[in-house]
């Protein structure tokens, strides 16, 4: 039964693609398209097998079984289920400053539910099959990665065969936003609001504001210091639209905003950014993983950021290395983590001047940058940290892309070889 729904699904989201011209405005042909979506179907079951084959204890098996066992007992109290899974989202009195360490758990508790409840909702449709779920989660997933590379398409046209590179087929991200975690949840969200925002600036037609506005708040409710992230660059991207002053614009602003960052405690004791960083990092450090790192603890004080900000860049850009020898599952993702550092520096030294001028890509530059920094001081294990920055590396090599010129890569712009 397993087997006839996952290709009846297969069968079902490819012709929806064809039926609702999801090639539009992308460059490429629908068959490319709809290969690109099965590709990433693939992804998401070698993660489900090794999930399932190498942890004996894993979120998504956790989750599963919770589900399947919620929706057994559904048929007794239909109602009661639907009032649940509407609106039961925890206790929120007494718990909206989130830079409290106190109320910390709680908004991650509903990126959480998030997960579970869509969990849920695909175990209705795939009738409790978990590689159906797979392609369930991964529809959302491929739409939201699809419009992503649709707004670097409609700013770079020329550049498609990069972008769809870095966007669909660099390992890790097949890897980790295929699975059924919440990383392809945020991806699609970037890809959703980036579309949202490049339309509405476009257009100033505000119905695309609010739908960028709603993905805003499914990226607050999944991981919502990522939102704390995203938020400054958003808006910069957004009032800077017209300047001929956008990089100095920006790098201001960032300046400032480091300023503060350091400072607003005194001024404001109940607000607590710097804390809310180093416990990240603590609760991290509490949970022992196969792979971790030796990393100095944060303090909340400028002066402890400038001593680790050596080991951050050494952690986010080149772990995990070849050291880990009894695991052929780190020397894969260490050969990840070198060609993603190589496409960087590649990219990085290429960066044209004239390209500076574009605020999509400004706007994801400043935001990977600003997220891949947040990965590299909070989180202290190999394979973590694999995973909470795959996402991101599709938005820093996007941006990289965007605004880099690499001569002998000129030849596949514009060139109809797929």
């Not at 290969?35 to 956790?62: A, E, Q, R, S």
């Not at 360490?101 to 969990?119: L, P, R, T």
């Not at 989180?379 to 820093?396: D, H």
Request: positive net charge; proline residues 3%.
């Amino acid at each position: 039964m397993q087997v006839i729904l996952f290709i009846f699904y297969c069968v079902l989201f490819s012709y929806f693609f064809y039926i609702y011209k999801l090639d539009s405005n992308t460059g490429l042909s629908i068959k490319i398209i709809v290969g690109l979506f099965l590709f990433k179907i693939v992804g998401g079951c070698i993660n489900l097998y090794v999930h399932y084959n190498d942890y004996i204890t894993n979120d998504i098996g956790f989750y599963f079984e919770q589900s399947v066992h919620e929706l057994a007992n559904m048929k007794y109290n239909p109602i009661a289920f639907l009032k649940e899974w509407l609106f039961n989202w925890g206790d929120s009195s007494g718990k909206l400053n989130m830079f409290e360490k106190e109320n910390m758990s709680f908004w991650s508790s509903i990126g959480m539910q998030v997960h579970y409840k869509y969990m849920t909702l695909a175990n209705i449709f795939s009738l409790g099959n978990i590689y159906v779920d797979v392609i369930l989660f991964n529809v959302m997933y491929f739409i939201g990665q699809l419009y992503l590379y649709k707004t670097l398409y409609l700013n770079a046209p020329h550049k498609k065969y990069l972008f769809l590179v870095v966007v669909f087929l660099i390992p890790s991200v097949v890897f980790w936003c295929s699975g059924i975690h919440k990383d392809g949840i945020i991806l699609s969200c970037i890809g959703f609001i980036s579309y949202s925002i490049n339309q509405f600036l476009a257009t100033k037609n505000s119905l695309k504001l609010f739908v960028g506005i709603l993905f805003l708040s499914l990226l607050f409710i999944t991981r919502y210091f990522y939102l704390l992230c995203i938020f400054l660059p958003i808006m910069l991207w957004i009032f800077t639209n017209k300047s001929k002053y956008k990089l100095t614009i920006f790098s201001v602003t960032y300046l400032l905003a480091f300023i503060i960052l350091f400072n607003v405690n005194s001024l404001f004791p109940a607000i607590k950014p710097l804390e809310l960083i180093s416990n990240k990092q603590k609760d991290f450090i509490n949970l022992i993983g196969y792979s971790d790192m030796e990393t100095p603890l944060l303090e909340n004080n400028f002066m402890s950021y400038v001593k680790n900000f050596p080991t951050a860049l050494n952690h986010i850009f080149l772990k995990p290395s070849f050291h880990y020898n009894e695991y052929f599952k780190y020397k894969i993702s260490a050969l990840d983590s070198w060609l993603v550092f190589s496409l960087i520096i590649l990219f990085s030294v290429y960066i044209k001047r004239k390209n500076l001028h574009n605020g999509f890509f400004l706007f994801l530059l400043f935001f990977g940058s600003t997220v891949y920094l947040f990965i590299g001081y909070t989180i202290p294990n190999a394979g973590a940290l694999v995973r909470y920055k795959s996402e991101f590396t599709v938005v820093l090599l996007s941006a990289l892309v965007g605004l880099s010129e690499v001569p002998f890569l000129k030849r596949m712009y514009s060139k109809d070889i797929i």
